[in-house]
C-alpha cells in the first residue's frame, strides 16, 4: 500500500515538474494591474534626493527594475537604449538592492536611458511592486495606474509587437 501512495505522489510530482517547463513565466498576472503605484519617498541614485511618486512625469512611462549584478540587465539595456532614443515613451530606472557606486558606474559604462533613476537599495519598493527578480518593466499610465507587468529582459520584439501597441491604446483612452 505504501508503494502504491508513494508511486502516485511520485507520478503527480514529475507531471507537475513536467507542465511546468511549458509555463511561460512572462506572462504571469501581476495582482497590480490596474492599481496605482505605491506612494514612496524615493531616493534619485545619481543625486541622492529625495522625492516622491507624484513628482514623476504625468505621461505614460515604462519603469524599468534593473541591476549593476544582473547579467540578463545588460542584453535588455542595449534595447532600452533604443526605446529611449526613440522618445515614443519615457523610461524611469528603479535601480534594485545594488551598491550605489557599482551602478552608477555600470550606467557610464552602458548609457543611460532613464530620465530618472530611483535608487532603491534596500528593495523595499520592488518587494511592493512584486518584483520576482531583474530585469523586469512596468508600464504605467499617466495616472500613476499600473498596466502591464514584463518579466525578464524586454527585447525589441515585445517592445513593438506588445508594449506600442499598449502604449497607443492607453494614450488614446486617457
Known amino acids: 500500500m505504501n508503494i502504491k501512495i508513494s508511486s502516485v505522489i511520485f507520478i503527480i510530482f514529475i507531471m507537475i515538474l513536467f507542465f511546468g517547463l511549458f509555463v511561460d513565466t512572462r506572462v504571469i498576472r501581476s495582482p497590480l494591474i490596474g492599481k496605482k503605484l505605491p506612494n514612496y519617498e524615493l531616493i534619485e541614485l545619481n543625486t541622492g534626493y529625495k522625492t516622491d511618486i507624484s513628482m514623476l512625469p504625468g505621461e505614460t512611462l515604462l ?10 540587465c545588460i542584453r535588455e539595456h542595449r534595447v532600452l537604449m533604443d526605446i529611449s532614443k526613440d522618445q515614443k515613451i519615457s523610461i524611469i530606472g528603479v535601480n534594485y538592492k545594488d551598491e550605489k557606486n557599482d551602478a552608477i558606474g555600470w550606467l557610464e559604462i552602458y548609457g543611460n536611458p532613464y530620465i530618472y533613476n530611483i535608487y532603491d537599495y534596500a528593495g523595499q519598493l520592488g518587494l511592493d511592486l512584486g518584483v520576482y527578480g531583474v530585469p523586469e518593466t512596468f508600464l504605467v499610465d499617466k495616472n500613476r495606474v499600473i498596466r502591464a507587468k514584463y518579466i525578464g529582459a524586454i527585447t525589441i520584439e515585445i517592445y513593438k509587437e506588445e508594449i506600442l501597441p499598449m502604449i497607443e491604446k492607453i494614450n488614446e483612452n486617457i
Open 63 to 72: 519603469l524599468n527594475v534593473w541591476a549593476s549584478w544582473c547579467l540578463e
